[in-house]
């Protein structure tokens, strides 16, 4: 049964969700005004900001912003730390050192650390809180705390079109083909092929294309069909709705079929 409502004590309620909107919309306020565009840098100045790439507030860690290319139309989450050097302040030459290509897609709470070369080719997507690093510890002298021993470092490239699953390690020495596919969770180093599916820790090729064969091992399920451009909205809910009533139908049936056995 519902319960009584005490009109008094729902009065006392109001300011407590007025206060919650308001907070709430004051925040997205914020995160409008602090998100780093080409027209709004922000305090930084990268080597290139490409036409409609956006970084979300807050930002990560960011410096040697001199030394870091970001192509066009990039979306960088809120927390991703960019970094060019091994600290603030130091000259890196006259090359850029981190450079994103065109339509990156770096996600919430993802790292990108170099000191040496590190190239993502253009349509990367990564998932959140990737790890990708032209550096690591070393730990040769058993007398030294390894965080104080010189690290190893190697440059590090991400072929177009591939997709970095979140949680992904990528260390030092890294080449990824193009349109390569990392699995969350995975570690890679060394040379990865076009168009391979990688997994684990260290990573594996557990899949991949070949011209004449196709998928090896095969894919178990077929390719999405895809939305046609010209697809209006109209469309689009008149299908989710015809797709319900198909699903309601079909869990009738399996419940007639239940009740006849």
Not at 158 to 173: Q, R, Y
Request: aromatic letters at 6%; a neutral charge.
């Amino acid at each position: 049964m519902p319960k009584n409502e005490n009109v008094f004590s729902s009065w006392r309620g109001r300011p407590g969700r007025l206060t919650s909107r308001l907070v709430h919309r004051g925040w997205r306020a914020v995160q409008r005004a602090g998100a780093v565009t080409a027209d709004r840098p922000g305090p930084y100045r990268f080597a290139r900001f490409g036409v409609g790439t956006r970084l979300a507030f807050p930002q990560g860690t960011i410096f040697g912003e001199p030394w870091i290319q970001l192509g066009d139309h990039c979306v960088i989450g809120q927390h991703v730390t960019l970094t060019a050097g091994m600290m603030p302040g130091l000259d890196l030459g006259p090359d850029p050192v981190l450079r994103l290509g065109n339509g990156v897609v770096l996600g919430r709470g993802s790292h990108v650390i170099a000191s040496r070369t590190v190239e993502f080719g253009d349509d990367v997507f990564c998932g959140p809180y990737v790890y990708v690093t032209s550096d690591n510890h070393s730990y040769d002298d058993p007398d030294q705390p390894i965080g104080r021993q010189w690290p190893r470092s190697a440059p590090v490239h991400i072929g177009s079109g591939s997709w970095l699953g979140a949680g992904a390690v990528i260390l030092p020495g890294a080449r990824l083909g193009r349109n390569v596919v990392v699995a969350a969770g995975a570690i890679v180093r060394g040379e990865v092929p076009d168009h391979a599916v990688v997994a684990g820790a260290p990573a594996r090729i557990i899949r991949r294309w070949a011209p004449e064969s196709g998928w090896q091992p095969p894919l178990r399920t077929p390719a999405p069909v895809p939305i046609s451009e010209d697809t209006t909205v109209e469309q689009l809910l008149a299908l989710a709705e015809r797709e319900r009533a198909g699903e309601q139908r079909d869990g009738a049936g399996d419940t007639d079929v239940v009740a006849g056995q």
